[in-house]
């Protein structure tokens, strides 16, 4: 299995990011994805969550400025951030659950780094 993250990188506060993380190895459509975070000091924290049929969960702090999507034709999962703040600094994380709701990671990818700069 591998999940493979892109889109990271340096931006001014109020401004956007879209993460995307390429699945491979899992039956995608059937799995629900979850993309995790942890700033540094910090304990990884879940911000967002896509069952395999398309609901979504949040993260209080993220609610209304990020967007979890998924595309199973692509086996890929985005993470739409807008109106980025200093403290969404931080190492974002792709992960799947092999179960149709999110619950926890049985596979992590690599990480990509997200700064947010004030």
């Known amino acids: 299995v591998q999940l493979v993250e892109s889109g990271g990188g340096l931006v001014q506060a109020g401004g956007s990011l879209r993460l995307s993380c390429a699945a491979s190895?899992?039956?995608?459509?059937?799995?629900?994805m979850g993309w995790y975070r942890q700033a540094p000091g910090k304990q990884r924290e879940l911000v967002a969550s896509?069952?395999?049929?398309?609901?979504?969960n949040y993260l209080d702090s993220v609610k209304g400025r990020f967007a979890i999507s998924r595309d199973n034709a692509r086996s890929t999962v985005y993470l739409q951030m807008n109106s980025l703040k200093p403290e969404d600094t931080a190492v974002y994380y792709c992960?799947?659950?092999?179960?149709?709701?999110?619950?926890?990671?049985?596979?992590w990818g690599q990480g990509t780094q997200v700064t947010v700069s004030s």
């Open positions: 992960a799947a659950d092999l179960g149709s709701r999110f619950r926890s990671a049985d596979y």
């Open positions: 190895g899992i039956i995608f459509s059937l799995n629900a």
């Open positions: 896509i069952t395999n049929g398309g609901n979504t």
